[in-house]
């Protein structure tokens, strides 16, 4: 049992190693930014980030009438 916990550890040491010389062999140490929303070429096509879009679409409309009745008087 405990030789078999040792391997899987030691492989999970070893992917993650793996993994990081990703990051030491770029020049800044760190990942591409390959977020939607900096991305000129989606930008241009008018495709934006989603948590953008969904802000943009809560927040509230200025020219919206209020259609709420509060007191009804007939």
Same mark, same amino acid.
């Given at each position: 049992?405990? =030789?078999?916990?040792? @391997?899987? /550890? &030691? ?13 030491? $062999?770029?020049?800044?140490? =760190?990942?591409?930014? @390959?977020? /939607? &929303? ?13 948590? $953008? ?22």
């Amino acid at each position: 049992m405990v =030789k078999t916990l040792l @391997i899987v /550890v &030691g492989m999970l040491l070893l992917g993650v190693a793996l993994l990081s010389v990703g990051i030491w $062999a770029r020049q800044n140490g =760190k990942f591409p930014d @390959i977020h /939607v &929303g900096h991305n000129p070429v989606m930008r241009k096509r008018g495709i934006g980030c989603v948590e $953008a879009q969904d802000a943009e679409a809560r927040r509230p409309n200025p020219l919206a009438v209020d259609e709420r009745i509060n007191n009804i008087n007939h």
